[in-house]
């Protein structure tokens, strides 16, 4: 954890030296994105595994939904706060804050004690070299149905909501004649409805069976996040499925984490975290590109005067620029759904909370 936050002070750092010499490039700015995010990717399962060795695993829930709860924060206070401060101070101040922030995100580890993970047996099997050691995680996760088949589900989910989360903006600029104010507000509301659903969480704790957490939420986002911003025609609407959407998220990514931290042995949650977060992500930047190219060459001419969606679809969600975006949110929302529903459909998934055992249950509990 401290060499990412590390990494990412050292990036800032060498930008502001270029910037105040007045040789700071593009070029530059891409490669100190892509060095700190190299070392954040060590930041989740590092913070996940810590968790499972402070909290007990009756709070795990809670303490994702918290997580949760301060990167939505920080997706309110951060843009506004920037606006502010960019004409107060310049890009320079902004990065000198930056760099401050990091620090004192260091120093406030430096006097956290995380214990050690007891050694366990799976571990041990862990051990080999740097290759070896690199696919535990794929050979861990591919010999358990149930966790395979819950990745899979996220797998599919990121691929659904990425999918129309990158039109998000071009959607409703389009559909507001570039109206930023509207835009701004509703983006604002992604922040707000992740800090009050990771609130509810922390207080309720989430279901028994977090399995239903997961798949149960992602219907709920699905239904009242994807394809409610996708009918919307007001920034009523759309401020609505845009907080609704995340809302519910926190019941979703806190259940599933909640899964997999009472599995996994700490002691090696690390490596197949890692590799879970791989997986889980990858689908990620090809929703992004095939959102886009289904937009423009698919849904929006087929949304316009006389287009192929035009009569069926214009009841729906209206008409105009923007109107074929809204029916790919509709169609995402709808495989969301999809996707839950047969994680509830396969007996794998549905049971993963009792056909694994917690990885420290006892051998009379295991079976």
Same mark, same amino acid.
């Given at each position: &954890?401290?060499?990412?936050? *590390? ?21 530059h700015l891409w490669a100190a994105g892509f060095f700190a995010s190299a070392f ?8 996940? +595994? ?18 949760? &709860? ?9 843009? +506004? ?7 107060? /101070? ?12 990091? $620090? ?7 006097? %956290? ?16 070299? &740097?290759? #070896?050691?690199? /696919? ?11 966790? $395979?088949? /819950? *990745? ?6 990121n691929l659904t909501f990425g999918l129309v989360m990158i039109l998000f903006a ?6 507001? +004649?570039?109206?930023? %104010?509207? *835009?701004?507000?509703? #983006? =604002? ?8 659903? +990771? ?21 709920? =986002? ?23 959407? &995340? ?16 599995? %996994?042995?700490?002691?090696? #949650? ?16 090809? !929703? ?14 087929? =949304? ?21 975006? !809204?029916? *790919? ?5 709808? /495989?969301?759904?999809?996707?839950? $529903? ?8 549905? #049971?993963?909370?009792?056909? $694994? ?11």
């Amino acid at each position: &954890m401290i060499a990412s936050d *590390l990494a990412a002070g050292l990036s800032t750092v060498a930008l502001l030296m270029l910037y105040s010499t007045g040789h700071l490039m593009i070029w530059h700015l891409w490669a100190a994105g892509f060095f700190a995010s190299a070392f954040e990717s060590f930041q989740f399962p590092a913070y996940s +595994a810590a968790i499972t060795t402070m909290v007990h695993k009756r709070h795990y829930t809670r303490a994702n939904a918290m997580l949760g &709860m301060v990167e939505s924060a920080s997706g309110i206070i951060a843009p +506004a706060s920037a606006g502010a401060l960019l004409l107060l /101070l310049g890009i320079s101040g902004i990065m000198i804050i930056d760099i401050v922030t990091f $620090l004192f995100a260091i120093g406030t580890l430096l006097f %956290v004690v995380i214990p050690n993970p007891t050694e366990t047996a799976a571990g041990r099997a862990s051990r080999g070299t &740097m290759l #070896q050691e690199s /696919l535990f995680g794929f050979r861990y996760i591919f010999s358990s149905r149930s966790l $395979l088949g /819950l *990745l899979l589900i996220f797998f599919s989910t990121n691929l659904t909501f990425g999918l129309v989360m990158i039109l998000f903006a071009p959607m409703i600029l389009a559909r507001t +004649a570039n109206n930023t %104010v509207i *835009l701004g507000t509703t #983006q =604002m509301m992604f922040g707000v409805g992740g800090v009050v659903g +990771a609130l509810v969480i922390a207080a309720w704790g989430g279901f028994k069976r977090r399995i239903h957490g997961v798949l149960s939420g992602l219907i709920l =986002m699905s239904v009242f996040g994807q394809i409610v911003i996708g009918v919307g025609q007001s920034i009523r609407v759309w401020a609505l499925g845009a907080f609704l959407a &995340m809302f519910f998220l926190p019941l979703v990514q806190g259940s599933s984490q909640a899964i997999w931290q009472a599995k %996994v042995s700490p002691d090696i #949650q690390g490596k197949v975290f890692a590799t879970r977060r791989l997986i889980a992500q990858i689908s990620s930047p090809v !929703a992004m590109i095939l959102g886009g190219r289904l937009a423009d060459t698919v849904f929006e001419p087929a =949304m316009a005067s006389g287009g192929t969606f035009a009569q069926f679809f214009q009841p729906l969600v209206g008409s105009g620029p923007g109107s074929g975006m !809204a029916v *790919l949110f509709v169609f995402s929302g709808i /495989l969301g759904v999809v996707v839950a $529903l047969i994680g509830y459909l396969v007996p794998v998934v549905r #049971q993963v909370e009792t056909r $694994l055992p917690d990885y420290d249950a006892s051998p009379t509990q295991a079976t």
